[in-house]
């Protein structure tokens, strides 16, 4: 079965700086979606990326597919303390049909 | 509009009692998603509907009984429940293209369930 890794796990970070996370699938990627969530709450969609070497900005949020399609990055410029919160990757599980499997998330904290 | 509601947005129920979780999508889309999320962990799907009929039962227990009413609306209803199935559900909905594994699914809220 598919398996994402997510790194770091966590990460505090001063207002304005940049920051990566990073995620790994065990598979070929078919679709790999980005959410942000705060604690206890619903996940945010962030971007989608499909194509090998895609990238998609959105504010100030890139994200990218490497060529081979295991493995995408979500870069944030100048974070806010509005950035803080879970990211999790997500990917399309072909054997789950449309359903969707999921790293274990990045708590990120923006500090002031 | 890419909103899923999700009601009531916390729940608390004993063991013996019979709840059920609501959820609804005005966005036309024809999947819906149930997926259960414990505490400082990912998202684990529960059950998958398309086009109203249960496509996926990721071998939950009977104690959770999905049902799709209409392509707006998922119910999640809940008898005998115990301590360890306190977490937060959430409902997700998306198109239902033939390409799905590229389909972009929208979260709800979550309901914050709590078993005594």
């Known amino acids: 079965s598919q398996e994402l890794e997510q790194s770091p796990q966590s990460l505090i970070v001063q207002e304005g700086k940049n920051l990566t996370i990073n995620c790994t699938s065990s598979k070929t990627l078919y679709g790999l979606y980005w959410y942000k969530q705060k604690y206890g709450e619903g996940l945010i969609f962030l971007m989608m990326l499909q194509k090998g070497g895609e990238e998609k900005s959105h504010e100030k949020i890139t994200a990218k597919l490497d060529e081979k399609k295991q493995q995408s990055s979500l870069h944030i410029t100048a974070s806010q303390p509005s950035h803080a919160g879970i990211y999790l990757c997500g990917a399309a599980s072909r054997q789950a049909g449309t359903a969707l499997i999921f790293g274990k998330g990045t708590t990120l904290s923006v500090s002031s | 509009d890419t909103e899923v509601t999700q009601t009531p947005k916390h729940l608390v129920m004993g063991m013996t009692n019979k709840k059920s979780l609501k959820c609804e999508q005005h966005m036309g889309h024809r999947a819906m998603y149930w997926y259960k999320q414990k505490a400082k962990k990912p998202p684990e799907l529960m059950f998958v509907y398309s086009y109203e009929k249960l496509s996926i039962n990721e071998s939950v227990p009977s104690r959770f009984s999905p049902e799709c009413p209409n392509s707006s609306l998922l119910n999640l209803h809940l008898h005998a429940l115990q301590p360890e199935d306190s977490a937060l559900y959430l409902c997700?909905?998306?198109?239902?293209?033939?390409?799905?594994?590229?389909?972009?699914?929208?979260f709800g809220p979550g309901t914050r369930l709590t078993v005594l």
């Open positions: 997700a909905s998306s198109q239902e293209s033939p390409s799905g594994s590229t389909d972009t699914q929208y």
